[in-house]
Antibody
Framework: EVQLVESGGGLVQPGGSLRVSCAAS????????IDWVRQAPGKGLEWVGR??????????EYAASVKGRFTISRDASKNSLYLQMNSLKTEDTAVYYC????????????????WGQGTTVTVSS | QSVLTQPPSVSAAPGQKVTISCSGS????????VSWYQQLPGTAPKLLIY???KRPSGIPDRFSGSKSGTSATLGITGLQTGDEADYYC???????????FGGGTKVTVL
């Protein structure tokens, strides 16, 4: 079965750090773009960042709200991807989802066809 | 406030049709594919439409997507109580180098 499973969420104090994980099964992460998308309580979807596939050098992009604080990395041996979050703020409190996208050559998005169940990050003192 | 503009809510009776608009600009909708997502309460988003107007396997043909210029539209026909959910449009913005989502539209079946 093709699926993504997030883990590693929890409670962290403002200014702290946390790493959340996204493990893939049923397919190879290296063939796909992976996006991180978050949803604050009662709010809409907010894109956090992206890791492109191996063919595109695993390059990354970040939303302005997290650039310089969040970093996406991959471990091909574990078929997993990580979101390292530093200097956390209360406004980073959200459910964090990872999602798969597979854009056609020459395009930047096709649509996110596989989503994880989400992991909750709470930033509070 | 989102760069992609959606109406906050739409409603209709069972069996009727609703449409949800998503308005953007040339740097996003105008030059990139649009996708649509359904989010039922307490669950992860689910892809309904990809590449403007294509349905993934398992999505009924009651759901349709279209794009014209810098706007896109999701249509739902034969509305059912199970369609009550939040719906989001999404695309890439070439100027921002970022994925954008609309603010979301809540569909209510009267």
């Amino acid at each position: 079965e093709v699926q993504l499973v997030e883990s590693g969420g929890g409670l962290v104090q403002p200014g702290g750090s946390l790493r959340v994980s996204c493990a893939a099964s049923g397919f190879s992460l290296s063939d796909h773009y992976i996006d991180w998308v978050r949803q604050a309580p009662g709010k809409g979807l907010e894109w956090v960042g992206r890791s492109r596939n191996k063919a595109n050098g695993y390059t990354t992009e970040y939303a302005a709200s997290v650039k310089g604080r969040f970093t996406i990395s991959r471990d091909a041996s574990k078929n997993s991807l990580y979101l390292q979050m530093n200097s956390l703020k209360t406004e980073d409190t959200a459910v964090y989802y990872c999602a798969r996208d597979t854009p056609r050559v020459g395009t930047s998005t096709s649509g996110m066809d596989v989503w994880g169940q989400g992991t909750t990050v709470t930033v509070s003192s | 406030q989102s760069v992609l503009t959606q109406p906050p809510s739409v409603s209709a009776a069972p069996g009727q049709k609703v449409t949800i608009s998503c308005s953007g600009s040339t740097s996003n909708i105008g030059n990139n594919y649009v996708s649509w997502y359904q989010q039922l309460p307490g669950t992860a988003p689910k892809l309904l439409i990809y590449e403007n107007n294509k349905r993934p396997s398992g999505i009924p043909d009651r759901f349709s997507g279209s794009k014209s210029g810098t706007s896109a539209t999701l249509g739902i026909t034969g509305l059912q109580t199970g369609d009550e959910a939040d719906y989001y449009c999404g695309t890439w913005d070439s100027s921002l180098s970022a994925v954008l989502f609309g603010g979301g539209t809540k569909v209510t079946v009267l």
